[in-house]
């Protein structure tokens, strides 16, 4: 079997890379590279429900792809949108805001507010006007005086991404838009901290091809089995042991079981076994 990588860029993938709670090491370093909050807040990085509550059945629903809790409370909200989609700036939006307002329960008081930190990783163009591939965004006046630092909002564009390095969170970047498995190996030589996500990207990939090759098998036993139907409807299958001994023979050669040409072809084990 060829070894093929999948993409981090699946929405499968990217889950459990950096999705699963097992495997909270791999996102708490992505992040280190390109959020500014205490070290200490990455004591308890937890993994939260993405669905985004509604308070009235007619409320939109909303799920994010990936949404954290740090030690503080702070929320890390991660986004990952390989399509252009029309709106999508003012989808990050809305996310924002309704990660905002679902902290608070009826009679809360405001000061129970934790920040908000969104973390959007695009597989296209966003900032047509923004040369950087990274743009970090926050409340802030004309003077550049903060409002607050309860909103954080940080755009990463992969088509951007200079081919060489240049910053903290670009062997991240580059790990996102790997093609082959050649590429895979040398960010694992250069950065170790890659070691385990692209671990996870192999496991998956060969989980994909497995899922591939039982798909095609499953694919074969249903034509082998219609061919039989199909020969019984047609009134040449039954009393003619050659045609069945052709198609057992086909099953044979394909791997199957015994006991599975036996059932599917009605011909005995002992003349299976001579053909």
């Known amino acids: 079997m060829t070894e093929e990588f999948i993409s981090p860029l699946y929405d499968f993938v990217f889950a459990e890379i950096f999705g699963n709670q097992r495997n909270i090491d791999n996102t ?33 629903m909303g799920i994010v792809d990936l949404k954290l809790s740090t030690k503080s409370g702070s929320i890390i909200h991660i986004e990952l949108q390989v399509e252009k989609k029309a709106h999508f700036k003012n989808r990050i939006l809305y996310y924002v805001a309704r990660l905002i307002g679902d902290q608070l329960k009826w009679g809360d008081n405001y000061g129970k507010l934790h920040q908000v930190i969104s973390v959007v990783i695009c597989d296209h163009v966003l900032l047509e006007d923004e040369p950087s591939y990274i743009n970090q965004y ?28 240049d910053s903290g969170v670009w062997p991240w970047l580059r790990f996102f838009t790997c093609k082959k498995k050649e590429e895979y190996e040398m960010l694992a030589r250069r950065y170790p901290e890659l070691e385990k996500p692209i671990f996870c990207v192999r496991k998956m990939s060969l989980i994909e091809q497995w899922r591939e090759i039982r798909f095609h098998k499953n694919l074969w036993k249903e034509d082998e ?47 299976i076994e001579r053909l």
Do not use: C, W
């Open 28 to 60: 708490r370093a992505f992040l280190k590279t390109l959020l500014d909050i205490p070290e200490d807040d990455y004591a308890r990085l937890t993994v939260e429900n993405s669905i985004l509550k509604r308070f009235f059945r007619q409320d939109k």
């Open 138 to 165: 926050e409340l802030r006046n004309s003077a550049n005086n903060s409002f607050t630092s309860m909103l954080k909002l940080v755009i990463l564009e992969l088509p951007k991404v200079p081919e060489q390095a």
């Open 225 to 271: 089995r219609m061919g039989i139907l199909q020969a019984q409807m047609d009134g040449h299958a039954e009393g003619r042991a050659e045609e069945k001994q052709e198609i057992a023979l086909k099953m044979k050669n394909r791997g199957r079981p015994l006991a599975e040409i036996v059932e599917d072809t009605g011909l005995s084990a002992e003349t």
